[in-house]
């Protein structure tokens, strides 16, 4: 697949027009793949333990700057790093590593325990919103997208991960600049022309044109203002792009700071060249808003309607929604801007039934955890600080983890609680490692026990990898269909 020329000529001028080796390592790096890397979910898996268990079975590891991500080897590769059960439940996320370093940065490496209200707001798939929950183990998240098609990749990572403390919602970013001054931290990984990862979408750097770029940067500059706007003072914002030129990059941060002056500090930037990091390319700016309040102009309402951001090309399964969208934004003023009244707490009687479930069961949930309702479903959520203001305000189509259905006096468990939480009174079938494809995929797999006969947990390496039922010696999956073998 060719390079543009004009991306060539381009990234020469700006930033190569005296280092004519740098600019061939550069242009070697842009197409060349990448070792894979993935990211160690703290809040399921000690890091030390899962290295150790995996260096077992003859997974190498090797470290990065980011203390969570690990470059990965192994020997045995006949299982899909993605389709290995530890994926398949969360305890480690594939991550590129250049990508991992907004969450990084935004948390200066650590984990947080205090209370955060956080929101990000073009989220899906959800590497980073399943990140920022590791490192704010106690906040609660916002997480917006706002290409429909994109949500369902998102709520099943966030099931996945095993997370209770997220609600998704489906806007505009631009509309968060309705809600000023409302989260302590805002990440926005913006979309963007994909320079950085030719790696994996070539078509990027073959369709690249700057008009494409500067349309772009235009819906970049609105969405950073939406952040900075919806950011408390005194809070700090992450904005990164998975691309290199200076018009998605400093121009949009220049942009924030005409309009925001000295209420904002870039207090960081990097450029993550591919060719120097030997990782995807990326840009990334940590920005403080001092604690002067600011009041946003009065907008009219067609200013903010910017359209979703769809390639040309369509990676990553972007798509077009043409009409619908447009039609979908102008009306987002009335649309977005309401609760999800659905969604409320449980009446006493269905309490009552989930409890006494949940009790026979044997299930061990966090202490801190409440049960909400969806309609008929069972949610269970972990929210710390107080969220109420916000959740008046946007509709969250997904608050916490789905975790059964209650239909009239029956609650029936749902596949994520299988996967997340140990259920003491449920018989266990540890799984081994010749019943694990046909597992998977949904086959009966032979146990050797004709007594069983229900519902069990099945476990892999001594955790919960889902529910499974039983039934004259055969053992049959009732996992997410996520989890199905690919
Ligand atoms: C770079 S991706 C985000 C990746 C994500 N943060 C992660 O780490 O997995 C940018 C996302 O922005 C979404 N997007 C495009 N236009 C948007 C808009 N106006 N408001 C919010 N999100 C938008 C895209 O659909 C895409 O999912």
Redesign the pocket.
């Known amino acids: 697949m060719s390079i543009n020329p004009a991306f060539l000529e381009y990234f020469k001028n700006e930033f190569f027009s005296e280092d004519a080796d740098g600019f061939g390592a550069f242009q070697k790096s842009l197409l060349r793949p990448l070792k894979k890397t993935l990211r160690i979910n703290t809040n399921k898996r000690d890091i030390g333990e899962f290295v150790s268990d995996k260096e077992t079975v003859g997974w190498k590891f090797g470290p990065t700057p980011n203390g969570h991500v690990f470059h990965v080897d192994r020997e045995d590769t006949t299982i899909a790093l993605g389709s290995n059960p530890e994926h398949l439940r969360g305890d480690y996320y594939i991550q590129e590593l250049s990508?991992s370093m907004s969450v990084w940065l935004l948390a200066d490496g650590a984990v947080h325990p205090e209370p955060h209200r956080i929101l990000?707001?073009?989220?899906?798939?959800?590497?980073?919103?399943t990140q920022i929950a590791e490192h704010y183990p106690n906040a609660f998240v916002f997480a917006?997208?706002?290409?429909k098609e994109?949500i369902v990749p998102l709520l099943e990572n966030i099931e996945r991960m095993g997370l209770l403390n997220i609600a998704v919602t489906n806007m505009?970013?631009?509309q968060f600049r309705e809600l000023p001054e409302c989260f302590d931290l805002v990440l926005l990984?913006?979309?963007?022309s994909g320079e950085g990862i030719g790696y994996k979408a070539a078509e990027s750097l073959r369709y690249w044109n700057v008009k494409n770029v500067r349309t772009i940067a235009r819906?970049q500059k609105k969405?950073l203002i939406a952040g900075l706007t919806s950011l408390k003072p005194g809070g700090m914002l992450v904005y990164s792009t998975?691309t290199l030129n200076r018009m998605e990059n400093e121009e949009v941060l220049e942009a924030a700071k005409e309009e925001f002056g000295d209420d904002i500090e870039v207090v960081f930037s990097k450029r993550f060249w591919p060719h120097t990091e030997i990782a995807g390319g990326f840009f990334v700016a940590k920005i403080s808003k001092k604690i002067i309040a600011y009041t946003p102009e009065p907008r009219q309402n067609d200013e903010i309607r910017?359209?979703?951001?769809v390639p040309k090309w369509n990676v990553h399964s972007?798509v077009e929604r043409g009409t619908e969208n447009s039609a979908r934004s102008s009306r987002f003023g009335e649309v977005s801007f309401k609760p999800n009244r659905d969604i409320g707490v449980l009446c006493d009687r269905a309490l009552e039934t989930v409890e006494k479930a949940l009790e026979t069961l044997g299930t061990e949930l966090p202490a801190d955890a409440k049960l909400y309702r969806y309609k008929n479903d069972i949610l269970l959520i972990r929210s710390t600080g107080d969220i109420a203001p916000i959740l008046d305000r946007v509709y969250a189509i997904r608050f916490g983890m789905r975790i059964g259905r209650i239909e009239g006096n029956v609650f029936e468990p749902q596949a994520p609680l299988g996967v997340h939480f140990v259920h003491r009174n449920l018989s266990k079938i540890e799984l081994k490692p010749d019943m694990l494809r046909d597992f998977l995929r949904g086959l009966p797999v032979a146990t050797g026990d004709t007594d069983e006969s229900g519902m069990v947990q099945v476990l892999w390496n001594g955790a919960p990898l889902g529910f499974g039922t039983v039934h004259n010696g055969l053992l049959k999956s009732q996992l997410p269909k996520y989890m199905y073998w690919k």
Do not use: H, M, Q
């Not at 990984?189 to 963007?192: E, G, K, Q, T």
């Not at 910017?306 to 951001?309: F, L, P, Q």
């Open positions: 990508a990000e707001i073009a989220s899906s798939p959800g590497g980073k919103t917006n997208e706002f290409n994109r505009n970013g631009v990984d913006a979309p963007c819906l969405l998975c910017s359209r979703i951001w972007y």
